[in-house]
T-cell receptor, first 112, second 113 residues
Framework: QKEVEQNSGPLSVPEGAIASLNCTYSDRVSQSFFWYRQYSGKSPELIMSIYSNGDKEDGRFTAQLNKASQYVSLLIRDSQPSDSATYLCAGPSGAGSYQLTFGKGTKLSVIP | KAGVTQTPRYLIKTRGQQVTLSCSPISGHRSVSWYQQTPGQGLQFLFEYFSETQRNKGNFPGRFSGRQFSNSRSEMNVSTLELGDSALYLC????????????FGQGTRLTVV
């Protein structure tokens, strides 16, 4: 099973700052990655999908995929206290795999 | 469009009992995956079904089983419950037949006493 690893955190940033969350993966063939946000006591919620090298922006969120270096990141601009949650990255378990492998998550706290 | 529905939301069971959890995927989604989430282990993959066929199984003992029905609804069963089975059980559905965007239900919180 392919590995997806996240910087363990926790990560604290002041309100209005940029939060940077990173994830590395072991499978060079993986084509797509996903970022999930999970509030305490809730289930994961899909917030970003990225399928190609480069950046993908959606509002205050930017996902970056670098296949050569095998990492994927999530930037949150103008961080808000409501962004405080655990962020999980996920990718296929291998080429043609039917399942997603999740990192253990990074807990983000945005301090007002 | 309704999301993924899991029932029940909360369960308390005694060691040695068995439990069945249910998941109704998003309409039109044919892939259903199950995960166990605990504070120490994160999200652990249990199994995945597509068109009533189990295509992948995670590294869990045979006490954990599942099935999918023709309407894509899925159930998972845990027999002979152990204290360590206490966890949040999550179901996720996907539209396509490969690892892609998965949408989670609210989960079933199982407590084994």
């Amino acid at each position: 099973q392919k590995e997806v690893e996240q910087n363990s955190g926790p990560l604290s940033v002041p309100e209005g700052a940029i939060a940077s969350l990173n994830c590395t993966y072991s499978d060079r063939v993986s084509q797509s990655f996903f970022w999930y946000r999970q509030y305490s006591g809730k289930s994961p919620e899909l917030i970003m999908s990225i399928y190609s090298n480069g950046d993908k922006e959606d509002g205050r969120f930017t996902a970056q995929l670098n296949k050569a270096s095998q990492y994927v990141s999530l930037l949150i601009r103008d961080s808000q206290p409501s962004d405080s949650a655990t962020y999980l990255c996920a990718g296929p378990s291998g080429a043609g795999s039917y399942q997603l492998t999740f990192g253990k998550g990074t807990k983000l706290s945005v301090i007002p | 469009k309704a999301g993924v529905t899991q029932t029940p939301r909360y369960l308390i069971k005694t060691r040695g009992q068995q439990v069945t959890l249910s998941c109704s995927p998003i309409s039109g989604h044919r892939s259903v995956s199950w995960y166990q989430q605990t504070p120490g282990q994160g999200l652990q993959f249990l199994f995945e079904y597509f068109s009533e066929t189990q295509r992948n199984k995670g590294n869990f003992p045979g006490r954990f089983s599942g099935r999918q029905f023709s309407n894509s609804r899925s159930e998972m069963n845990v027999s002979t419950l152990e204290l360590g089975d206490s966890a949040l059980y999550l179901c996720a559905s996907s539209l396509l037949d490969r690892a892609t965007e998965a949408f989670f239900g609210q989960g079933t919180r199982l407590t084994v006493v």
